[in-house]
């Protein structure tokens, strides 16, 4: 009888276990061994990823590069520089009642991890976190995303020839294979896609007690303040939320723009869109297009409210959205209620800055915060909201320093990864405390003969 997927999902996790019970995960030159090994196969398979990208998704090979491949050569390469120091014992401070006792922290792999990927940036999204699994010593199942299905077959074959199928395996499918994942006992489960679905992991994760990661999305505000460099914000708003047709989870979902400066903006970004894409932007072939024809049907429907200054073109079979900006949006409109993750830009006004900070405080907190306009005034702003990250007169830059954390923050998620961050999201921080035998002070003992001098020293 043909094994169910439940059967190899089951039987996957067994080898993993085995695997990892082999203790060979946990020697760093295995791990630095199997890095390399990655890093050259992603090089050796860089054609077939952006093409398997182009197809999927018309994402150029140059964008491809750009978002995608470099950021996780990038990520391997830190890791390799830095595992040895990451992986090594730390020693800690130990208080006078220990002594001489030595404290130490020990970093240890939790065991076998589940990542699952979406299908907007699916090959950096499900191999950045593989780096990460790899150099905590864990071991791991992949599930890409069904939604880009050439990327998720190139990705399967790629780690298919070059690494034991015990210690990293591939699960394809859709719904009821992720339920079907999320029910079984994993050490952690490193889940990215929307926050409607990382409460399907959290409680399923739950059940064993599971940590997660949730890297998850929202409604990241873009604030242009009357001070701000408009020819350097146009350009880099237009950048950041085109970059993949929009299909990016740190894109300035929605602009707050200072009445005395929007219509300046607006014309600037929409001169920005022209000089990346050209006159006819379908015909570029740098602009991607969104992932399916129900993805493009729902984003139609967000133009339907407000006065469209620029774009507005759909063609739901060629899965094409124009660059859309949309004005004189209020916070009642349907574009404003869900995460729009789509090449559409609701512009909304404000004459004090404290009416944009009341609306994104009054809203879930956003995965991204972007704010144009002078330093001094871009710290106070911060000071009064918060996000998984933000940028200073810029977009989605910060993603691109592997020094800094990556993650979201309540709606938009919990933890986070990147460079080292990464490490410790798959490892356990062990507290070892090594007491030496020669000498045993009995403050601690009944009948607490010296507890008036041992209230002294704790
Ligand atoms: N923080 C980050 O780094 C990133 C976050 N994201 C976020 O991901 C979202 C877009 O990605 P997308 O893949 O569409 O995300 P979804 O979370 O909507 O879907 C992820 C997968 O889960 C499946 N799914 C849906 N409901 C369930 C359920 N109840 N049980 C099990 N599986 C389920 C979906 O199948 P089906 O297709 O049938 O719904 C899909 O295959 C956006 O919200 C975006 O912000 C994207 C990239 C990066
Ligand atoms: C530019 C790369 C971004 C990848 C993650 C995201 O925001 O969807």
């Known amino acids: 009888m043909k094994a169910t997927t439940e059967d190899i999902i089951i039987k996957n996790i067994a080898n993993h276990r085995a695997f990892f019970s082999t203790q060979k995960t946990k020697e760093i030159s295995f791990r630095i061994a199997q890095l390399q090994k990655l890093k050259k196969a992603i090089l050796e398979y860089q054609e077939k990823i952006e093409n398997a990208l182009w197809i999927d998704l018309h994402k150029s090979p140059e964008e491809a590069y750009l978002t995608e491949i470099s950021i996780v050569l990038g990520e391997i390469d830190n890791h390799l520089k830095h595992l040895k120091k990451w992986a090594s014992p730390k020693k800690v401070a130990t208080p006078i009642h220990l002594l001489p006792s030595a404290s130490k922290v020990v970093y240890e792999p939790l065991g076998v991890a589940l990542i699952v990927a979406p299908w907007n940036y699916p090959f950096q999204l499900l191999i950045n976190s593989?780096?990460?699994?790899?150099?905590?010593?864990?071991?791991?199942?992949?599930?890409?995303?069904?939604?880009?299905?050439?990327?998720?077959?190139?990705?399967?074959?790629?780690?298919?020839?070059?690494?034991?199928?015990?210690?990293?395996?591939?699960?394809?499918?859709?719904?009821?294979?992720?339920?079907?994942?999320?029910?079984?006992?994993?050490?952690?489960?490193?889940?990215?896609?929307?926050?409607?679905?990382?409460?399907?992991?959290?409680?399923?994760?739950?059940e064993n007690l599971t940590p997660v990661v949730l890297e998850l999305g929202g409604k990241s505000p873009c604030i242009v303040a009357a001070d701000a460099n408009i020819d350097v914000a146009a350009k880099r708003i237009a950048w950041g939320k085109l970059i993949n047709a929009g299909q990016t989870c740190i894109a300035p979902d929605y602009l707050f723009a200072h009445q005395s400066i929007k219509d300046e903006?607006?014309?600037?970004?929409?001169?920005?869109?022209?000089?990346?894409?050209?006159?006819?932007?379908?015909?570029?072939?740098?602009?991607?297009?969104?992932?399916?024809?129900?993805?493009?049907?729902?984003?139609?429907?967000?133009?339907?409210?407000?006065?469209?200054?620029?774009?507005?073109?759909?063609?739901?079979?060629?899965?094409?959205?124009?660059p859309t900006i949309i004005d004189e949006v209020t916070p009642d409109f349907l574009i404003m209620q869900e995460e729009i993750f789509g090449p559409i830009l609701p512009v909304m006004t404000f004459n004090h800055i404290d009416e944009p900070i009341n609306y994104i405080n009054k809203n879930e907190k956003p995965l991204a915060f972007y704010y144009f306009g002078k330093n001094k005034n871009a710290k106070e702003v911060l000071l009064k909201t918060t996000s998984g990250g933000a940028c200073i007169n810029d977009t989605l830059m910060h993603i691109t320093n592997d020094n800094l954390p990556f993650g979201g923050v309540g709606n938009s998620g919990m933890g986070s990864y990147h460079g080292h961050e990464s490490f410790l999201a798959f490892s356990h921080k062990r507290a070892v405390v090594t007491t030496p035998t020669w000498i045993d002070l009995p403050l601690k003992y009944a009948p607490f003969k010296y507890f008036k001098w041992m209230k002294k020293i704790i």
Request: with cysteine.
């Open 130 to 206: 593989l780096v990460g699994s790899i150099s905590s010593g864990c071991c791991c199942v992949l599930k890409p995303s069904p939604d880009t299905p050439n990327v998720a077959k190139v990705m399967e074959t790629m780690i298919l020839e070059n690494f034991d199928s015990d210690y990293i395996s591939v699960v394809q499918g859709g719904r009821e294979t992720n339920t079907t994942l999320f029910a079984q006992r994993f050490d952690i489960i490193f889940f990215t896609g929307s926050s409607k679905v990382g409460k399907v992991v959290m409680r399923a994760a739950a």
């Open 265 to 322: 903006l607006l014309n600037k970004i929409a001169g920005n869109i022209k000089s990346m894409y050209g006159d006819d932007i379908k015909q570029s072939r740098f602009y991607p297009r969104i992932v399916n024809e129900k993805a493009t049907e729902r984003l139609s429907t967000l133009l339907k409210e407000g006065k469209i200054h620029t774009g507005g073109d759909v063609d739901v079979k060629e899965k094409f959205i124009a």
